[in-house]
């Protein structure tokens, strides 16, 4: 086996990774700011996420061509090259369009990165060592995202929210720096054949579902807008002409054969779940704090973060576990607790204690580390060594997509749920009464969160381990 500079490749990646991953969360704090900044409502503003993650939607389908067809060196110079320049540009944006372009930008180059990142490890990484690795990446992926608020909190408190963007700027050169000097070439160039098709169809596909439910988040309409309507309809045709064109290929873009193996799709719901759960309560949380109980945005960001950086820590010891002892004896309880917590979340009032909100904040990104990286884990592990690019990119893919959905449906029900109240209420201005209507949206969203976890849990019930045999172990090592 080739030798690599490891801990060069790995620091160079990982960098880009956490600034990448960072920036997805550090602008939630921002958006109560960018609000009034930029004089635009929420399901507005909401677009900064929604627009990322339907970059991402798009762009990771490919992810496996674009592995194929360019070398590990121009893929990481050009998803540097795009952070960078969209980092540039956000950290001087002037209005809320410029920052939208920056960052389509941004994640055009975490789109290109995260695949990237999953498939040099496996390609450089010894067997033993590979468990290790992949933890590493679980801590970034999770730490990220959590520092993500608490930084912001800061920067916004003492600085502008464009100190954000300037602040995750030296990173990503640094990590440009270290790849250019030791980032080598290590996968095979094959160039498959493209087919236009497949890229067309992914494209209006996953584009349009993300679109049209992070649509349904806006204006009064909501799911009743026309645009919404037809934006699914027309995403979940091309959807299915995109299976139907997959399964009859002889090379396919996206090799759906993964769904014939249960305990991948197994996994693969248990992670969208936990994307919903996580990124429905980041939204809404962070917006109850500030708007519900008048917290600053740095009080926010403190107060989310020992959930979240427990979360990241336990990470790689949850893999260790699940190497131990299987899925079972963690996911089943992880989503027991998450369940309790989320349970906990919907009786929430606006004389809830801060300790209380941390508690319960802590409980669920604990039981979601016990849920995540031993479902997708147990998946992965029961394919044949040919799909697994394919079952990362199925899997990233409809994380992204999974993300909208849980987003939008968030953001719809939390509207919703605040424009009753204030609709019944006396005096809708008082400041209490936002407030009260504000807590109201939020409990409608913990108890779709609620049911969300009830049915994953009953899937949990489900799991079983795979048993990977050696060859298989040895041919994906």
Not at 18 to 29: C, D, P, Q
Not at 190 to 200: A, E, L, N
Not at 271 to 282: F, G, T
Request: charged share 10%; hydrophobic share 55%; with cysteine.
């Amino acid at each position: 086996m080739k030798k690599y500079n490891t801990r060069a490749i790995m620091a160079s990646l990982l960098i880009c990774g956490f600034v990448g991953m960072f920036s997805e969360t550090a602008l939630n704090i921002a958006i109560s700011n960018l609000m009034d900044v930029f004089q635009i409502s929420a399901a507005t503003a909401q677009w900064l996420t929604t627009g990322f993650l339907l970059t991402l939607g798009i762009l990771m389908p490919m992810s496996g061509l674009l592995l194929q067809r360019f070398t590990t060196r121009q893929l990481f110079i050009g998803s540097l090259a795009s952070s960078i320049v969209g980092t540039v540009i956000a950290a001087l944006a002037v209005n809320f369009e410029m920052l939208m372009a920056a960052r389509v930008m941004q994640a055009f180059g975490m789109g290109l990165l995260l695949p990237l990142m999953f498939n040099t490890i496996l390609v450089v990484y010894p067997p033993e060592k590979r468990g290790a690795a992949m933890g590493f990446v679980g801590l970034v992926i999770m730490f990220a995202p959590a520092t993500g608020p608490t930084v912001a909190g800061l920067l916004i408190e003492y600085l502008t929210w464009h100190y954000i963007f300037w602040f995750s700027l030296p990173f990503l050169i640094v990590g440009l720096l270290v790849g250019l000097k030791y980032l080598e070439n290590v996968t095979e160039v094959s160039k498959p054949r493209i087919d236009i098709y497949s890229i067309v169809l992914s494209t209006i596909g996953f584009g349009g579902v993300v679109f049209g439910f992070s649509n349904a988040g806006e204006g009064t309409e909501g799911w009743s807008n026309p645009v919404v309507i037809i934006s699914i309809a027309v995403g979940l045709v091309a959807l299915a002409l995109f299976v139907i064109r997959q399964i009859t290929m002889k090379e396919p873009m996206m090799n759906l054969r993964v769904f014939k193996h249960p305990m991948f799709i197994v996994g693969l719901l248990m992670v969208l779940a936990c994307m919903m759960i996580i990124l429905s309560s980041m939204i809404i949380l962070p917006m109850f704090l500030q708007k519900g109980l008048g917290l600053s945005a740095l009080v926010t960001g403190l107060m989310l973060l020992p959930g979240s950086a427990l979360n990241g820590i336990l990470s790689p010891r949850m893999g260790r576990l699940f190497d131990k002892y299987g899925p079972k004896w963690l996911v089943i309880p992880g989503f027991i607790v998450v369940s309790v917590t989320v349970w906990f979340f919907t009786t929430l009032t606006i004389t809830s204690s801060v300790a209380f909100i941390i508690a319960l904040h802590i409980g669920l990104m604990v039981g979601i580390s016990m849920v995540w990286m031993p479902a997708q884990t147990n998946g992965l592990n029961q394919l044949p060594p040919e799909l697994y690019p394919h079952g990362t990119a199925v899997m990233n893919t409809l994380q992204q997509v999974a993300g909208a959905i849980g987003t939008a449906v968030a953001i719809s029900l939390l509207s919703g749920g605040s424009e009753k109240y204030l609709h019944n209420s006396a005096s809708p201005t008082l400041p209490t009464e936002l407030a009260n209507a504000m807590m109201q949206g939020a409990q409608h969203v913990f108890t779709f969160t609620f049911v969300v976890t009830l049915i994953s849990l009953g899937i949990a019930l489900t799991i079983r381990r795979v048993l990977v045999s050696h060859s298989t172990m040895h041919s994906m090592h």
